[in-house]
């Protein structure tokens, strides 16, 4: 699924597509085209695509490429697919219950669930917050162990 989406595997691309991404919700999935999960993921993601495009803008980037590890250790991607949201330059963080509110770690149960996060993502930067909450039930979010070393 990743040739229907842009795929980034440079840093100045990430960087490009961060800053000239204005008045949409930028959508950027860290993965590896070949894990299942990324795999199910892109599905989701390229489904929904054309239905949030008005609002959002969805990109791929491929964890493997070595231009882009500053990200995966700024963001602290360890579990892949990680998906992380940015409005207008700013990193917007969502509460979904999980001990990690800067990223969604794993895929979206279906189309529908990922669209309400973006458009919750939206409307709430729209209004200017940094960090929302997520509007699926608990039951649809992915829950994982995390730990945090040297904390």
Not at 52 to 75: G, I, M, P, R
Request: proline residues 3%; glycine residues 4%; aromatic residues 10%.
């Amino acid at each position: 699924m990743s040739y229907l989406l842009t795929t980034l595997t440079k840093k100045q691309e990430v960087d490009s597509i961060i800053r000239s991404t204005i008045d949409k919700v930028l959508v950027l999935r860290f993965g590896r085209a070949s894990d299942s999960v990324s795999l199910l993921l892109d599905d989701v993601l390229a489904k929904s695509a054309r239905d949030v495009s008005k609002f959002a803008t969805v990109a791929l980037v491929d964890v493997d490429s070595d231009d882009v590890q500053v990200y995966l250790h700024y963001f602290d991607i360890t579990l892949i697919p990680s998906t992380i949201f940015f409005f207008n330059a700013h990193h917007i963080k969502m509460d979904s219950g999980t001990a990690d509110h800067t990223k969604w770690i794993g895929a979206f149960r279906s189309k529908q669930d990922f669209i309400d996060v973006v458009e919750a993502i939206f409307r709430g930067a729209m209004k200017g917050k940094l960090i929302v909450n997520c509007p699926l039930p608990p039951e649809r979010i992915p829950r994982y162990q995390l730990y945090y070393k040297d904390v």
